[in-house]
């Protein structure tokens, strides 16, 4: 087992350079430019442009800036944003706080609200239960988030004036009042993205059920005489959890990533506003920083869902 | 205590007054009696009101404006940081900053020749950290400015400055190289935020960008930054040292950014939400109902020099150029040949800038149909174009065009040897612009033209390196807006033979157009010297009636300069369509 990560992890070191590059490939070769924000102001002439551009280093083939970027990151230095001339990592430590608070939240409520909707209504399948959560994960995944975030903020906010739709990152929760208001801020972003996380892991446990209780090993413990609710909670549940671990360990890195549109819709200061605004502005130190830490958490996380594949399913071993 | 009270009172007055008269410049700064609609709040408290906040949908990521790269940024620094005077909304420099009073030649602060500059400060005036603001700290902000290693992007204001010397702890002299009737260029407005030299003393040259105080900057402003979250927010608090005792009214400030313009409009005019957001660019139809039924807040706007404008291009953009395509040296094949004006008349003349701007700008409430690049300033304002824009008629437009031989093909295309008129119609994605493209083709191709539109993301479009830019300009017309300072001369140069945007210049120079034209570059030539304002404004209006009757340009609308949304209760706004919307943020009340 150990020497199994081992050479995982070694192979994660070439397979992190080879996507650094293409992210740095990619970002040099887009059109965008981080002094497009001056538009065509005649109050900044091309040689006072170019005076900026220099200044940012971008004058150097983008080969040599790659080469001089992979060193400093092997330093754990991730560089200085174009846009606030402040060091990516602050950046990124700054607004890692709201993405968890309101991504990392929403995928806790989904993964726990997910697992009882799935296994109820696989035991009673086809029972208005069933249905009703079918109908409620359908329209959980497949209603874009733009839309049900938009839909919330004009029925709670607009008409009926409940909830505010700007988040106040600022807010520090001190007492009963200010968490609150924290509570009042986060429902709706949260609600947002629990119903898609939720809605996608309940489908997902839902089908592992099913296809595990008419199997053998299920008709036996019945056959022992064990209760229905140990038969299934016990036997059945455990079974089909291990690839739905699978699946929610895999989802972990993308509440890292934050959510870029939901994030946009309700002004959460989390990472992915950050990556897509960024990614308008040519800003490449965040732009690849982001990018490259989120390569590694999923790395990362790969390797431990397939390490706890192997600890919850004992017919699984590497070596 | 009396006397700081009756200097106070004296700069209220002052300012409320410079406010009223619209800055009237050589009013002397004690004189009094005035009542002004802003004198109850002027003489309320400082620090009564609670939290003033104001959403930007761009979010602030920087906070010294020599290194901003957008508004929002320079914005967000004007609470802290301040010039030496504003441009008011009429265009003129007023003494709401840093100069006790605005030199003129009449009043002694500007020479006879135009060459130097002396501005007197206001007396006492502290940085937010207790020490006296001096006239050595605007000397050091001019000579970071004028340092090519800080790169800063305010560093056009110090060209052709030769020196900001601090004569004494009150007065400073600019002196330019030579003659410059536009005198104000160093020290007024978003150019020329004054840094304080204990700040930034240590980081001169190419260290100005690992400067803490990029991000909390020292200032003579109203507020101080509290808290700053890059690309989030910036919270304030009000500047226990500035100059007037009862200035700021709001004890906090939140300056909040991100998210997009529809959601902003809704913020202040439909939940309450926020008391100030900026730049509500919507479309009208979406933003007249909002602001017309809301009960909470209102639209603010002025009018400054934004235009948006059809650029046609002059040289050949045909992509079998190959590397010579789009250079200034090749001739667009019929918007620049001997029949070029003609073409480019009958282009202008099925342009329909009134349905533009009533359907799409709100007839007023964004925009107006407009016919010169030069204005905002009533004095340069050209009134010979008026008949040229007026005559909107496509059948006119088609006529003209088949009297020169260009004659309508079976495809519905006018061409003439060989030539087709195809057009490609490229600008910035956004929903205004795409429904301006729709009517401008619907009645060009009525015309006999043939057009194809195109959009390009604003970050691409507004790049030097990308084929697809403004710059490039690879099409046939193209559509942004752009708008100048007070003195036009800068803003028009960008259409001399000297600008021709091409490869030798890296895609780089203003004129997008290559446009070359010798009387139009002697026109700006004779802008860099003349003195006297009002063959100054002859000049303006004569730059301004070749570009738009040679037809180079199209002004499609004029639009506000500020389009913002207020809250019903905040009180003391004066767009300014010249400077930054935080200006007067001083003033602002409930």
């Not at chain 2, 890059?230 to 300056?255: E, I």
């Not at chain 2, 439909?270 to 009208?284: F, I, K, P, R």
């Not at chain 2, 282009?347 to 204005?375: E, F, H, P, S, W």
């Not at chain 2, 519905?412 to 795409?434: E, F, H, M, P």
Request: charged share 20%; hydrophobic share 45%.
């Amino acid at each position: 087992m150990g020497r199994y990560v081992a050479r995982r992890l070694l192979i994660a070191i070439p397979t992190l350079i080879v996507i650094s590059f293409v992210v740095y490939a990619i970002l040099a070769l887009a059109p965008t430019d981080p002094l497009a924000s001056f538009g065509a102001d005649p109050r900044v002439p091309p040689e006072v442009r170019e005076r900026i551009r220099e200044s940012l280093g971008l004058n150097q083939p983008w080969h040599v800036r790659y080469v001089k970027w992979l060193i400093a990151i092997a330093h754990l230095d991730f560089g200085y944003s174009f846009m606030s001339r402040s060091p990516v990592i602050d950046l990124i430590w700054q607004r890692l706080p709201n993405t968890l608070a309101v991504v990392g939240v929403a995928y806790i409520i989904g993964v726990l609200l997910a697992v009882p909707i799935g296994m109820i209504s696989a035991v009673k399948r086809y029972s208005v239960f069933d249905h009703l959560s079918t109908t409620f994960a359908f329209i959980g995944f497949s209603v874009p988030t733009f839309f049900t975030g938009l839909l919330l903020i004009i029925i709670f906010s607009v008409k009926l004036h409940w909830l505010p739709f700007i988040y106040d990152s600022t807010l520090k929760v001190t007492s009963l009042s200010t968490l609150g208001d924290q509570i009042r801020q986060s429902i709706m972003p949260i609600t947002v993205l629990a119903l898609f996380d939720t809605a996608t892991i309940a489908r997902y446990t839902r089908a592992e059920m099913l296809e595990h209780l008419p199997l053998d090993y299920v008709r036996t413990a019945r056959a022992k005489g064990l209760k229905e609710r140990l038969v299934v909670l016990r036997h059945v549940l455990r079974n089909s959890l291990i690839p739905v671990v699978t699946l929610v360990a895999l989802g972990i890195p993308a509440v890292f990533g934050g959510a870029i549109v939901t994030e946009q819709i309700f002004r959460v200061p989390g990472i992915g506003e950050l990556l897509v605004r960024s990614i308008g502005q040519g800003d490449t130190p965040v732009v690849a920083a982001i990018l490259l830490i989120f390569a590694t958490l999923v790395v990362l996380f790969n390797l431990l869902a397939d390490v706890l594949y192997g600890v919850l399913d004992p017919r699984i071993r590497y070596s | 205590m009396t006397n700081q009270w009756r200097r106070a009172t004296a700069v209220v007055a002052a300012a409320t007054m410079t406010l009223a008269a619209c800055g009237q410049t050589t009013t002397p700064p004690a004189a009094s009696g005035t009542v002004a609609p802003s004198a109850s709040v002027a003489a309320a408290k400082r620090g009564a009101g609670d939290d003033l906040k104001i959403l930007y949908w761009q979010a602030p990521t920087i906070l010294n404006a020599h290194l901003a790269t957008g508004t929002k940024d320079s914005d967000a620094a004007r609470l802290v940081t301040e010039p030496l005077a504003s441009y008011g909304p009429d265009a003129k420099p007023l003494a709401n900053a840093l100069a006790a009073e605005i030199p003129t030649v009449a009043n002694g602060g500007v020479s006879a020749d135009l060459t130097t500059v002396t501005w007197k400060l206001k007396q006492g005036v502290k940085w937010s950290d207790g020490s006296a603001f001096t006239a050595d700290d605007v000397a050091f902000t001019f000579s970071l400015m004028a340092d090519p290693k800080t790169a800063v992007s305010t560093s056009d204001a110090a060209e052709g400055v030769k020196s900001v010397v601090a004569k004494d702890a009150n007065t400073v002299v600019v002196t330019y190289n030579a003659p410059t009737p536009n005198f104000y260029q160093w020290g007024v407005g978003t150019c020329c935020y004054i840094l304080q030299k204990k700040q930034f003393e240590a980081f001169q040259g190419e260290k100005l960008k690992d400067a803490p105080g990029n991000l909390k900057p020292i200032g003579t402003g109203p507020y101080v930054v509290d808290t700053f979250k890059s690309g989030d927010v910036v919270t304030y608090k009000m500047n226990d040292q500035f100059r007037d005792a009862n200035k700021p009214y709001f004890k906090t400030v939140t300056f909040k950014g991100g998210g997009d313009a529809p959601s902003a409009a809704r913020a202040v005019f439909q939940t309450g939400d926020v008391d100030y957001a900026w730049n509500l660019q919507v479309e009208a139809g979406i933003l007249k109902p909002m602001a017309d039924t809301s009960t909470k807040g209102k639209l603010l706007t002025v009018y400054g020099s934004s235009v948006e404008r059809i650029l046609l291009n002059f040289a050949d953009p045909s992509p079998s150029l190959g590397a010579k395509r789009g250079e200034p040296d090749t001739k667009h094949p019929f918007f620049n040949g001997p029949d070029g004006k003609t073409v480019r008349t009958a282009l202008a003349m099925a342009t329909d800038r009134k349905t533009v701007a009533q359907q799409i700008y709100g007839d007023g409430l964004a925009g107006k149909a407009g016919c010169n690049i030069v204005t905002g300033v009533p004095d340069y304002e050209s009134t010979a174009t008026a008949d040229f824009c007026s005559k909107f008629d496509t059948a006119a437009a088609g006529k003209l065009l088949d009297d020169a031989g260009w004659k309508l093909g079976t495809d519905g295309v006018r061409a003439k040897g060989g030539i087709k008129l195809n057009i490609v119609y490229q600008t910035t994605v956004n929903a205004v612009r795409q429904k301006t493209q729709d009517i401008m083709k619907q009645n060009w191709e009525k015309a006999g033209f043939k057009v194809e539109l195109k959009s390009v993301p604003a970050d691409v479009f507004f790049t030097n390196t990308s084929p697809d830019g403004a710059n490039h300009f690879w099409s046939d017309v193209e559509m942004f807006t752009n708008n100048s300072d007070p003195d036009f001369t800068n803003y028009l140069n960008g259409w001399t033979s000297k600008q021709a945007t091409g490869s030798a210049n890296n895609w780089n120079s203003a004129n997008y157009n290559r446009y070359q034209n010798p009387a139009f570059d002697t026109i700006i030539d004779s802008l860099r010297t003349e003195k006297d304002p009002a063959k100054r404004a002859s000049l303006f209006k004569q730059a301004n009636d070749i570009l738009i009757l040679d037809v180079v340009i199209i002004p499609v609308v004029t639009r506000t300069q500020v389009t913002s949304g207020i809250s019903n209760t905040l009180k003391n706004v004066v767009p300014t369509g010249w400077d930054s919307e935080m200006y007067a943020v001083q003033d602002f009340g409930k």
